[in-house]
């Protein structure tokens, strides 16, 4: 596997990069053909390939070899979560959750929401990058944002949790979730969910949840959560 790791989801029927990549493959890297590059879809294959047409705007390439490369968790995760009014700490959250390992993300509008409208296509680019950097070829998928009410009406094959603060009979993350769970976190905005949104998502089966003692902001929140749950699949 080369060094260097590009994203086309359309690699194997197109054997073209897209131009964001062709551009990094060609201006950034200076790359010729006859190189080798190494090239995911992000639906888990790495391809081994040669680079035939260098152009920044569409390079072509000839696939040498396809390996299977599957996600490194055996359990699907789910996150739902109220955007920061501060990007830089929504995209902070996106980076960290994909290096880490996310099956889903999805932006929640919610009654106390800070940020009401999310371009997805920010995130989406950070997660590519976040993908190619720590060497996975899975990529998260990345919703647009939904209404609180919408969501949680929606079914899920796993466990469902909602991390809130508000003074009630709740267990830490850690002691409700087991080993292999597929597992759905709702984590709410700075101002926390309203106690109407916490009663109806316990009314449609998500379990009340703790991340601490402290309380978090909500891009620390996130990947509490999300790293909680790897440590104990890790054990």
């Given at each position: 596997?080369?060094?260097?790791?590009?994203?086309?989801?359309?690699?194997?029927?197109?054997?073209?990069?897209?131009?964001?990549?062709?551009?990094?493959?060609?201006?950034?890297?200076?790359?010729?053909?006859?190189?080798?590059?190494?090239?995911?879809?992000?639906?888990?294959?790495?391809?081994?390939?040669?680079?035939?047409?260098?152009?920044?705007?569409?390079?072509?390439?000839?696939?040498?070899?396809?390996?299977?490369?599957?996600?490194?968790?055996?359990?699907?995760?789910?996150?739902?979560?109220?955007?920061?009014?501060?990007?830089?700490?929504?995209?902070?959250?996106?980076?960290?959750?994909?290096?880490?390992g996310i099956d889903r993300l999805t932006p929640l509008?919610?009654?106390?929401?800070?940020?009401?409208?999310?371009?997805?296509?920010?995130?989406?680019?950070?997660?590519?990058?976040?993908?190619?950097?720590?060497?996975?070829?899975?990529?998260?998928?990345?919703?647009?944002?939904?209404?609180?009410?919408?969501?949680?009406?929606?079914?899920?094959?796993?466990?469902?949790?909602?991390?809130?603060?508000?003074?009630?009979?709740?267990?830490?993350?850690?002691?409700?979730?087991?080993?292999?769970?597929?597992?759905?976190?709702?984590?709410?905005?700075?101002?926390?969910?309203?106690?109407?949104?916490?009663?109806?998502?316990?009314?449609?089966?998500?379990?009340?949840?703790?991340?601490?003692?402290?309380?978090?902001?909500?891009?620390?929140?996130?990947?509490?959560?999300?790293?909680?749950?790897?440590?104990?699949?890790?054990?």
């Open positions: 596997m080369a060094d260097t790791i590009f994203y086309s989801p359309d690699i194997r029927q197109t054997q073209q990069l897209p131009e964001q990549e062709s551009q990094h493959c060609v201006k950034v890297l200076r790359m010729k053909e006859g190189d080798k590059l190494t090239v995911t879809d992000g639906a888990g294959f790495f391809y081994d390939c040669t680079l035939t047409h260098a152009h920044h705007k569409h390079c072509l390439v000839e696939i040498e070899r396809e390996i299977s490369q599957p996600k490194t968790w055996n359990f699907y995760l789910h996150l739902a979560f109220a955007p920061t009014k501060n990007m830089d700490r929504t995209e902070w959250f996106a980076e960290k959750a994909t290096e880490t509008l919610c009654r106390y929401s800070e940020r009401k409208e999310l371009k997805t296509e920010r995130l989406e680019k950070i997660a590519v990058a976040a993908m190619k950097q720590s060497r996975q070829a899975v990529l998260p998928e990345i919703d647009t944002t939904m209404r609180f009410h919408d969501f949680i009406s929606q079914p899920f094959n796993g466990r469902k949790f909602i991390a809130h603060c508000y003074p009630s009979e709740k267990k830490q993350l850690a002691q409700a979730y087991r080993k292999h769970e597929n597992a759905l976190i709702l984590v709410g905005p700075e101002g926390d969910f309203s106690e109407e949104e916490v009663q109806a998502a316990i009314d449609s089966g998500f379990e009340p949840i703790s991340l601490g003692e402290n309380r978090l902001r909500t891009e620390t929140a996130c990947f509490a959560a999300i790293h909680t749950i790897h440590v104990i699949n890790n054990i």
